[in-house]
């Protein structure tokens, strides 16, 4: 048998990719042999941290093996996790996402947590286990933590996720509010980006009362510039729709800046939408004052309405 594995979910952000090469320190030093790997391609973000940092990506994987031991983390949904997932040994789940569609033949270690990002648990899971935190893995978490609660201005954020980033950009010696903007500000060039890569880049799955629902969210610092490639991001929402049958397709694309996202809402159930926000869709569009957080202020609001 192979060697366990760990992995975040697909479309995999920095907190995704951050958390698995962390988790698999975490255990090597706990005497576990544990690989990273990813379940698809860094955006721009993501790979600024990695180079700034001087760690490799993990290897890339679409799918695991009967009986392949794994460890999940940014992730319980199987929907978002590694093809054949079912049939692998989930060993241990680290998540700060809500629990959905989850089901195992043996027990577990599963620790979900209501806090901004998984490396905020992580790094508590060091502190428990007496484990030293290195540079260049206080360096991840802090990255990690930094891109999931927008430099600690996203609702998400959470007193311990506060705690942790100024403790462990002590550990990284960086500046976490500098790093963090430049950081930032790296993943909203997405000008190289086809519409369908843009779509794709960090899409998640969710069932909606049978309802087959995709929430799409990319950051910009110029919502109307991202506005001007509309048409072509249509395009590839409605292929997208019709090649899977999607029945709404959300695409939040989000002003780090100033803290608010625009919508463009596809699909022949994209009255769930309107009906959740209390919005009437105008060409498709809707603008969201205040709303930065998919996991907490999109996929809740559409849940409880659909």
């Known amino acids: 048998m192979e060697k366990m594995i760990t ?11 951050c958390s698995a090469i962390v988790m698999s320190d975490l255990q090597r030093k706990l005497g576990k042999d544990v690989d990273a790997k990813r379940l698809g391609d860094l955006n721009k973000e ?3 941290a990695l180079e700034h940092i001087g760690v490799q990506a993990p290897e890339l994987i679409e799918k695991v093996e009967d009986g392949q031991e794994v460890i999940l983390v940014d992730h319980n949904e199987f929907s978002q996790s590694a093809d054949n997932i079912e049939n692998a040994k989930i060993k ?8 959905c569609d989850f089901k195992t033949a043996e ?6 947590e209501p806090v901004g990002c998984t490396s905020t648990i992580l790094y508590k899971l060091y502190k428990e286990n007496g484990v030293e935190i ?3 893995i206080a360096s991840l978490m802090l990255s990690a933590i930094i891109s999931d609660t927008l430099l600690l201005k996203s609702p998400t954020k959470t007193d311990e996720d506060e705690k942790a ?3 462990l950009a002590k550990i990284a010696e960086l ?6 903007l430049e950081m930032l500000k790296a993943g909203t060039d997405l000008s190289d980006l086809s519409a369908k890569e843009l779509i794709e880049l960090d899409c998640k799955e969710f069932d909606l009362n049978g309802k087959k629902a995709k929430v799409a969210q990319v950051n910009t610092a110029d919502i109307a510039d991202m506005m001007t490639r509309k048409e072509e991001i249509e395009e590839a929402i409605n292929a997208d729709i019709n090649a899977n049958n999607v029945d709404v397709f959300v695409l939040a694309i989000t002003d780090i800046i100033n803290s608010n996202s625009q919508a463009i809402v596809l699909g022949n159930s994209s009255n769930i939408f309107e009906t959740a926000f209390g919005k009437n869709l105008e060409n498709n569009t809707a603008f969201l004052p205040g709303v930065v957080s998919r996991k907490k202020q999109i996929i809740p609001v559409l849940e409880k309405k659909s």
């Open 175 to 180: 500046d976490y509010e500098k790093y963090g």
């Open 107 to 112: 027990p577990l270690y599963y620790r979900a």
């Open 7 to 17: 992995f975040g979910h697909k479309s995999p952000d920095t907190d995704t990719i």
């Open 92 to 99: 241990m789940v680290v998540d700060h996402h809500r629990i």
């Open 46 to 48: 993501t790979k600024f």
């Open 165 to 167: 980033i100024h403790e």
């Open 134 to 136: 290195d540079k260049k």
